[in-house]
Nanobody, 119 residues
Framework: QVQLVESGGGLVQPGGSLRLSCAVS????????MGWYRQAPGKQRELVAD???????NYADSVKGRFTVSRDNAKNTVYLQMNRLKPEDTAVYYC?????????????WGQGTQVTVSS
Protein backbone atom coordinates (compact mmCIF):
# COMPACT_ATOMS: atom_id res chain seq x y z
CA GLN A 1 0.00 0.00 0.00
CA VAL A 2 1.20 3.47 -0.90
CA GLN A 3 -0.29 6.50 0.80
CA LEU A 4 0.01 10.20 0.03
CA VAL A 5 -0.97 12.64 2.76
CA GLU A 6 -1.34 16.28 1.78
CA SER A 7 -1.42 19.31 4.01
CA GLY A 8 -1.18 23.07 3.84
CA GLY A 9 -4.23 24.19 1.89
CA GLY A 10 -6.59 26.90 3.03
CA LEU A 11 -7.95 30.37 2.45
CA VAL A 12 -5.56 33.19 1.61
CA GLN A 13 -5.92 36.73 0.31
CA PRO A 14 -4.66 37.69 -3.15
CA GLY A 15 -0.93 38.30 -3.03
CA GLY A 16 -0.49 35.94 -0.11
CA SER A 17 1.45 32.69 0.19
CA LEU A 18 0.80 29.08 1.06
CA ARG A 19 2.99 26.01 1.27
CA LEU A 20 1.62 22.59 0.40
CA SER A 21 3.25 19.37 1.58
CA CYS A 22 2.71 15.78 0.49
CA ALA A 23 4.28 12.91 2.39
CA VAL A 24 4.53 9.53 0.70
CA SER A 25 4.64 6.30 2.67
CA UNK A 26 4.40 2.59 1.95
CA UNK A 27 6.26 -0.14 0.14
CA UNK A 28 8.24 1.89 -2.36
CA UNK A 29 11.58 0.92 -3.85
CA UNK A 30 12.26 4.31 -5.40
CA UNK A 31 10.48 7.48 -6.48
CA UNK A 32 10.89 8.98 -9.91
CA UNK A 33 8.63 11.97 -10.46
CA MET A 34 6.69 13.91 -7.85
CA GLY A 35 4.49 16.91 -8.31
CA TRP A 36 1.23 18.75 -8.17
CA TYR A 37 -1.87 19.04 -10.30
CA ARG A 38 -4.91 21.21 -9.68
CA GLN A 39 -8.53 21.21 -10.70
CA ALA A 40 -10.79 24.24 -10.57
CA PRO A 41 -14.60 23.92 -10.72
CA GLY A 42 -15.75 23.16 -14.24
CA LYS A 43 -12.20 22.75 -15.54
CA GLN A 44 -9.94 19.83 -16.33
CA ARG A 45 -7.15 18.80 -14.02
CA GLU A 46 -3.92 20.49 -15.05
CA LEU A 47 -0.27 20.11 -14.20
CA VAL A 48 1.02 22.81 -11.86
CA ALA A 49 4.61 21.66 -11.32
CA ASP A 50 6.66 18.52 -11.06
CA UNK A 51 10.17 17.51 -10.11
CA UNK A 52 12.12 14.47 -11.25
CA UNK A 53 14.49 12.40 -9.17
CA UNK A 54 17.48 14.27 -10.61
CA UNK A 55 16.00 17.59 -9.59
CA UNK A 56 14.74 18.80 -12.96
CA UNK A 57 11.55 20.82 -12.60
CA ASN A 58 8.66 21.70 -14.87
CA TYR A 59 6.04 24.42 -14.33
CA ALA A 60 2.82 25.53 -15.91
CA ASP A 61 3.27 28.90 -17.59
CA SER A 62 0.62 30.41 -15.33
CA VAL A 63 2.67 29.76 -12.18
CA LYS A 64 6.23 30.31 -13.38
CA GLY A 65 8.04 32.79 -11.16
CA ARG A 66 5.44 32.47 -8.38
CA PHE A 67 5.45 28.79 -7.41
CA THR A 68 8.38 26.58 -6.46
CA VAL A 69 8.29 22.80 -6.28
CA SER A 70 10.86 20.93 -4.19
CA ARG A 71 11.35 17.52 -2.67
CA ASP A 72 13.04 15.94 0.32
CA ASN A 73 14.12 12.49 -0.80
CA ALA A 74 15.01 11.40 2.72
CA LYS A 75 11.45 12.11 3.85
CA ASN A 76 9.72 11.10 0.59
CA THR A 77 7.98 14.46 0.66
CA VAL A 78 7.20 16.96 -2.06
CA TYR A 79 6.42 20.61 -1.43
CA LEU A 80 4.80 23.42 -3.36
CA GLN A 81 5.60 26.95 -2.23
CA MET A 82 3.00 29.28 -3.69
CA ASN A 83 3.68 33.02 -3.62
CA ARG A 84 1.81 36.01 -5.02
CA LEU A 85 -1.35 33.95 -5.18
CA LYS A 86 -4.16 35.03 -7.48
CA PRO A 87 -7.90 34.28 -7.40
CA GLU A 88 -7.41 32.13 -10.50
CA ASP A 89 -5.15 29.84 -8.46
CA THR A 90 -8.24 28.72 -6.55
CA ALA A 91 -8.59 24.96 -7.03
CA VAL A 92 -8.22 21.59 -5.41
CA TYR A 93 -4.54 20.69 -5.49
CA TYR A 94 -3.50 17.06 -5.85
CA CYS A 95 -0.05 15.68 -5.32
CA UNK A 96 1.15 12.69 -7.26
CA UNK A 97 4.12 10.38 -7.26
CA UNK A 98 5.51 8.01 -9.85
CA UNK A 99 7.14 5.19 -7.95
CA UNK A 100 8.72 1.80 -8.41
CA UNK A 101 6.79 -0.74 -6.36
CA UNK A 102 6.59 -4.53 -6.33
CA UNK A 103 4.41 -4.72 -9.44
CA UNK A 104 6.39 -2.15 -11.41
CA UNK A 105 6.19 1.62 -11.97
CA UNK A 106 2.89 3.06 -10.76
CA UNK A 107 1.30 6.50 -10.33
CA UNK A 108 -0.35 7.41 -7.04
CA TRP A 109 -2.48 10.43 -6.09
CA GLY A 110 -3.23 12.31 -2.91
CA GLN A 111 -6.76 13.04 -1.71
CA GLY A 112 -6.57 16.70 -2.68
CA THR A 113 -6.39 19.88 -0.65
CA GLN A 114 -8.46 22.99 -1.27
CA VAL A 115 -6.72 26.28 -1.97
CA THR A 116 -8.96 29.35 -2.06
CA VAL A 117 -7.61 32.77 -2.96
CA SER A 118 -10.12 35.45 -2.10
CA SER A 119 -10.40 38.78 -0.35
Amino acid sequence: QVQLVESGGGLVQPGGSLRLSCAVSGSIFSIFGMGWYRQAPGKQRELVADIRSGGNTNYADSVKGRFTVSRDNAKNTVYLQMNRLKPEDTAVYYCYVQALVVVGIEDYWGQGTQVTVSS
